[in-house]
């Protein structure tokens, strides 16, 4: 028997540190682990005692390529804790920042990270060697994603305008609607990206998912709405730790989230996608379509596509929030001293962002849970791993590397945010 | 001529100070062309060897494992700078440094004993000789720009040192301590950010760390006058920059 291991210790092209190590013993796969090894930062500990309205500009901390989705789901389980509501207004500014994030991240992704492994090329620059419009175009929609940070947020990582209960300023009318013809052109952009994509070749593969996701009745979901699978699964924020648990293995420094009976899961856009397709602008599907999507997508590597098609949609609802656009008057809801706990679930670009607190009579923080989406994938991470392994053992070494890393990255890997990412090994004994 | 050779480094941290680099979107062609990116692992696959011209580092310092690697990046490296607050005061993870660490591993993982990491989350300096050190959490686009272009022009950046509360006076903006009551670190931090705070009716929050010689004392007994109770000056003081040595000193005075 000859024993083979495929083993990439630094992984490129992910947020945050991450390995890869599979062994093989002749045609069988004896082991698959995507590691996390980011050094710990204890997040959870060190939000303990501080005030709570302290805790969306610590949280932020945990992601710089995401922080809305920190922001916004503490910010949301802080006001739950307390009891407060946000106005409309204030919601509908929240859901126009959220955009941008979605924006900014998806596109570097997709556009940088992501497609240079359709191509055989190690990154963007590379691309733009051959296809500089294609770049360029990638930029400027990366950039339109960071002006809707800027202009809301004030910037473009880790901004400063928001807070626990809104926003400390609201922007004025004049600055939301100077930027509609950006977005406007976004969209048409966003969908001329995806059809190009969609001409790579993609590799065969395709499971049956556990898609968990946001839900929602009217809106494709960002920052509102309820837990949901295509299983059948619909319950509250409050209700996630009933059905998810995480748990500690000692190949990583992130815990790993899986269903209560055991099995792995997947969140991110295939999951919104196929729980909220319904939901999409017309334009959108159309894209999706236009793109050989199906209505549920099962093949992890057309994440890509999906992704685009997130974008343009994203840049479609931002356009139709600033078209819509009211100052919140007040800027934001006032937080009161009051005990309690409270839970929230956003929609990261990565997935559902699911944090809870316990908070005193001081507004003090007692306890806080904060469940990051790459945690929650990294199971299915594995499971893909083992599948494609299994699917590709003809291939030499490199080419394995090659395929198993562009499976991780089909995921947009937040190794910061699950505290660590992968290195990759594959032994083949 | 060949290009310089860039390297972009990271230790713990949450990726934004990197991400800024790739933020450049109407610069990063023109950097690509005018450097050799020979490593930066969120952005290309490909990697070279070193020696490198020019080291940029990012995050602090947290495991044994971390301690050795960035002495072999120093080793490497012509020019080494360090980039947003993780990497030059240790970032909002050196909160570890006034608690106890294992209380803290146990509060987040089921099994600590898997967990190895250091007591003390310190900055690239405490470790090894550092060229130039850019503040910020995040830094800021345009300083970050300068820095490069200063550094492959020989020159020496221009970075100004002046306080937060020096830049809003420059620029007319209302001072929200004067007109809000609103606690703020404008008189201490230094400058950098572009009055991000307090032109959206916020005080500072410090993410540009200590200016050079802040009269801290003096700003605490203000807010203290202003009705700011001690655990309120401890927290201050105790975020991103909580490990740069004038705020770590200062909030100590409240604990
Ligand atoms: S300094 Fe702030 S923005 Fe930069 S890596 Fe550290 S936490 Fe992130």
Redesign the interface.
């Known amino acids: 028997m000859t024993e083979r291991v495929i083993e990439v210790n630094e992984l490129a092209r992910v947020e945050g540190e991450g390995a890869l190590y599979v062994r093989l013993n002749g045609r069988q796969v004896e082991r698959v682990e995507f590691k996390i090894h980011e050094p710990p930062r204890f997040f959870e500990a060190l939000l303990r005692g501080r005030d709570a309205m302290e805790v969306p500009d610590i949280t932020s901390r945990i992601c710089g390529i995401c922080p809305i989705a920190y922001i916004m789901s503490s910010s949301q389980a802080v006001e739950d804790a307390t009891g407060v509501a946000v106005t409309p207004d204030i919601h509908a500014l929240r859901r126009m920042l959220y955009c941008g994030e979605w924006i900014q991240s998806h596109v570097l992704h997709a556009a940088m990270l992501h497609a240079p492994d359709f191509l055989n090329l190690h990154d963007a620059i590379a691309i733009a060697q051959v296809n500089p419009d294609l770049v360029k175009k990638a930029l400027r929609l990366k950039k339109a994603g960071n002006m809707l940070m800027e202009v809301i947020g004030g910037r473009a990582v880790h901004p400063v305008n928001t807070r626990v209960g809104g926003f400390y300023k609201a922007p004025s009318r004049q600055a939301i609607a100077a930027m509609i013809p950006e977005l406007d052109w976004g969209a048409q952009a966003a969908r001329e990206v995806a059809l190009a994509f969609a001409g790579f070749t993609f590799p065969q593969d395709e499971t049956d998912y556990i898609f968990v996701s946001l839900i929602h009745d009217t809106l494709y979901p960002i920052c509102e709405g309820r837990i949901g699978s295509n299983r059948g699964l619909d319950i509250p924020a409050s209700g996630f730790n009933d059905h998810f648990v995480e748990e500690h293995v000692a190949r990583s420094n992130a815990l790993q989230g899986r269903m209560r009976d055991g099995s792995p899961y997947l969140v991110g856009p295939l999951a919104r996608y196929a729980n909220n397709y319904h939901l999409l602008s017309e334009a959108a599907r159309q894209t999706a379509r236009d793109c050989g999507l199906g209505e549920v997508e099962r093949n992890p590597y057309k994440s890509i596509l999906v992704r685009m098609v997130e974008v343009q949609y994203a840049f479609e609802e931002a356009a139709r929030l600033a078209r819509a656009y009211q100052e919140p008057s007040p800027a934001f809801i006032e937080i009161p001293h009051r005990a309690g706990v409270g839970h929230a679930c956003t929609e990261a670009p990565r997935g559902i962002c699911y944090h809870r607190y316990e908070v005193d009579a001081q507004r003090r923080v007692v306890m806080a849970q904060i469940v990051p989406p790459t945690s929650q994938n990294q199971p299915q991470i594995e499971a893909d791993l083992a599948r494609v392994v299994a699917a590709n053992l003809d291939m030499d070494d490199a080419a394995l590397q090659w395929r198993c890393e562009q499976t991780i990255r089909n995921y947009d890997p937040c190794i910061s945010c699950a505290t660590h990412f992968l290195k990759l090994t594959v032994e083949r004994v | 001529m060949a290009r310089p050779k860039l390297a972009v480094w ?1 230790f ?9 680099i ?2 450049c ?2 610069e ?2 023109e950097i ?1 062309g005018a450097l050799d ?1 020979a490593q930066f ?7 070279k060897d070193g020696p490198y011209d020019i080291s940029l580092v990012e995050g602090s310092i ?2 044994a494992h ?1 301690m050795e690697r960035i002495k072999a990046i120093r080793a490497q490296s012509k020019v080494l700078i360090s980039i947003g607050a993780c990497a030059t005061a240790g ?3 050196a ?2 440094n006034f ?1 106890d ?1 294992e ?3 146990r ?5 600590p004993e ?2 190895s ?1 250091l007591a003390q989350s310190t900055a690239i300096a405490d470790h090894v000789q550092v060229d130039f050190e850019l503040r910020g ?2 830094v800021s686009k345009h300083q970050l720009l300068e820095l490069i272009t200063a550094t492959l022009a020989g020159r020496k950046p221009h970075v100004p040192r002046a306080s937060q509360c020096m830049e809003c006076k420059r620029a007319g903006a209302v001072c929200v301590m004067v007109s809000q009551g609103t606690a703020c670190l404008g008189p201490v931090t230094q400058a950098g ?1 572009g009055n ?2 307090p ?4 005080g500072c ?1 410090g ?1 540009f760390g200590p200016k050079e010689t802040p009269n801290a004392v003096a700003l605490s007994a203000r807010l203290a006058a202003q009705g700011a109770t001690p655990p ?1 000056l401890r ?1 201050l003081y105790r ?2 920059n909580a490990g740069a040595a004038d705020f770590a000193t200062e909030s100590r005075r409240h604990d």
Do not use: M
Not at chain 2, 12 to 20: F, H, K
Not at chain 2, 107 to 111: D, F, I, R, T
């Open positions: 990271k713990s941290s949450c990726d934004g100070c990197q991400l800024t790739l933020d979107e109407d990063l062609l690509a990116i692992l969120e952005a290309t696959s490909e990697v947290t495991t971390d970032g909002i993870q909160l570890r608690a660490v209380d803290f591993t509060a987040v993982y089921a099994h898997y967990i990491t959490c995040p950010c991000l705070c032109s959206h009716r916020r929050y993410c309120q927290a975020s991103f």
